[in-house]
């Protein structure tokens, strides 16, 4: 079986991020299973909002072509998704809409094609952000991704975390690793 490489990341840059509390789980079980995980920080690819003329005008900003090369040599993906008003964060969609634009400002969703996804989403809410994510897995599978059939939904966020980060339900804590492994089974498949 071939080692697949995960890129990992949050739609949050908040200092605190519950998503992104959850990807570090999920980052953290990856790296037992393969040495290939990069865990990507949107802090580190501030990207102007996507705008048509501003493409026109400036074509693909530096940022989002060094996004668009951390998708190209990874085989999976694992997506923190917060839940703004039911659906994705402006961050997130913002990124993703970078990276489906070529450097000669065309349509170009290569990046998306064939790459397994994992979509988590938590929230304080009792729902835990299972709307945005669902959104999500529409707009990945549109554009031709493999989305891991079951979502990591972690509600009731103020209180789902342990201080040392793992989440306090041991059973969700437990579903959380067995769908990590299965993702990381799917994926390994795939790219075998
Ligand atoms: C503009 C806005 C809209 C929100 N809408 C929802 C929502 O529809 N459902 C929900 O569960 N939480 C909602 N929240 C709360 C977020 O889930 C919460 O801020 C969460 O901490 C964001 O994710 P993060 O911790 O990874 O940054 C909203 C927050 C903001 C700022």
Redesign the pocket.
């Known amino acids: 079986m071939s080692m697949p490489r995960y890129l990992t990341f ?5 200092e ?6 959850v990807v570090n789980i999920v980052s953290g079980e990856l790296s037992k299973l393969t040495t290939h995980v990069t865990e990507l920080s949107l802090n580190d690819f501030e990207l102007p909002l996507y705008e048509q003329t501003i493409e026109n005008h400036h074509g693909l900003p530096d940022k989002a072509a060094d996004l668009r090369d951390l998708f190209k040599h990874h085989d999976g993906l694992v997506i ?1 998704c ?6 994705l ?1 402006p961050l997130l969609l913002n990124t993703l809409t970078w990276i489906s634009r070529s450097p000669a400002g065309q349509p170009d969703l290569s990046l998306f094609q064939g790459k397994c996804v994992l979509v988590i989403s ?8 299972i ?2 994510a669902a959104h999500l897995k529409s707009f990945l599978s549109g554009v031709g991704s493999v989305i891991f059939p079951d979502m990591v939904i972690v ?1 009731n ?1 103020f209180s789902a975390f342990k201080e040392d980060g793992n989440l306090a339900d041991e059973n969700l804590y437990r579903k959380l690793i067995t769908t990590t492994r299965q993702f990381h089974q799917l994926t390994s498949s795939i790219n075998a």
């Open positions: 949050s739609g949050s840059r908040r605190g991020s519950f998503n992104t509390a923190g917060p839940e703004y008003n039911g659906f964060p938590c929230s304080p809410g009792s729902l835990g952000g709307r945005a509600a966020a």
